[in-house]
């Protein structure tokens, strides 16, 4: 019987049988042709098996969906350790802005501080008057504290921006 022949009666397809010979499942005679005897008793496990689909041990199933269920467990605990690793990471708004804030009003005292913490250093240095100091000291501070505006209210506008 002909590749054709034979595919037409078994309902394959035409590679299926020339890929079957190849492998060796299915023997030609000395004529080229297909022994159909030895075709269907060689050929029969095969098509038997692609019958039933190609999973023919009921347990097989059950693994996979197993596996499939450990697998997508596994990347959700992943998911939530990722959650918390990000939550610990940040902290409450209302709480960074305050902070913020204590920090621009910590920045300015300081700064209004500085003249009388640093000028007898800065009249030893310059070899001054202490007082001549002190005057310098306050009118470079005040043009700064001038420049940098309401410093505490542009912080926490910013850390509310943000």
């Not at 060796?24 to 039933?52: F, H, K, N, P, Y």
């Not at 605990?77 to 690793?85: N, P, V």
């Not at 100091?133 to 700064?144: E, K, S």
């Amino acid at each position: 019987m002909s590749i054709r022949a034979y595919s037409a009666t078994r309902g394959a397809d035409r590679t299926t049988i020339r890929r079957k010979i190849a492998e060796g499942v299915i023997q030609l005679d000395s004529d080229g042709l297909i022994d159909e005897q030895q075709a269907d008793s060689a050929w029969a496990i095969t098509r038997r098996a692609s019958r039933m689909g190609v999973d023919q041990n009921g347990d097989a199933g059950i693994r996979s969906a197993q596996a499939k269920v450990a697998v997508t467990l596994a990347k959700l605990r992943l998911t939530k350790q990722r959650y918390q690793a990000m939550r610990e990471r940040y902290v409450d708004r209302a709480e960074a802005v305050a902070v913020g804030e204590q920090e621009a009003i910590y920045v300015v005292e300081g700064l209004r501080n500085a003249p009388a913490a640093y000028a007898p250093t800065l009249a030893q240095e310059m070899g001054i008057p202490e007082e001549t100091a002190r005057r310098i000291l306050d009118r470079f501070i005040g043009l700064t504290l001038i420049e940098i505006g309401d410093l505490p209210r542009a912080a926490k506008r910013d850390a509310e921006r943000a």
